[in-house]
């Protein structure tokens, strides 16, 4: 494996403002935030996107992360926060060690995405809904088109 800046991390060969660890996971303070208090909560094993993060580890994870995210609006006091992560290079993915970021955020504090939201044409919806459900469950049976 190539060397893995939050493997080093997590074996204490790098130093970072470790905020939190359990089994699962440790939370650390990002070095270059999107605003001070930003935060990175990583699963202690090795894994590149969310979807490899194995199903008896996720618990652990998910409860670092609500735990930590609570801590940072109690501690800091934003008046609204994101949860969220980037699963591959196209997503904007930098560090191919999963991770979340907790950031704070301010009202006008000029961070956008910038969105062009699409719409669904005629049955495409439907459509997108069969193709997620049969892979959740491909034993499920299909709903009738058209409702
Ligand atoms: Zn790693």
Do not use: W
């Amino acid at each position: 494996m190539k060397r893995c800046e939050f493997c080093s991390i997590i074996r204490g060969e790098a130093p970072a403002e470790v905020l939190f660890r359990n089994d699962n996971a440790i939370a650390i303070l990002d070095i270059r935030p999107i605003h001070f208090g930003h935060v990175l909560v990583l699963p202690i094993r090795h894994v590149e996107t969310f979807i490899d993060v194995p199903a008896a580890e996720c618990e652990g994870l998910t409860r670092a992360l609500q735990t930590v995210t609570r801590a940072v609006v109690h501690a800091l006091r934003p008046p609204g926060f994101n949860v969220f992560s980037n699963n591959g290079r196209a997503a904007g993915q930098s560090v191919f060690h999963f991770h979340f970021h907790i950031t704070p955020r301010y009202a006008d504090d000029n961070i956008k995405f910038i969105l062009q939201l699409k719409k669904y044409q005629q049955d495409e919806m439907s459509e997108y809904g069969r193709k997620i459900r049969h892979a959740i469950d491909p034993s499920a049976v299909p709903t009738q088109p058209g409702r």
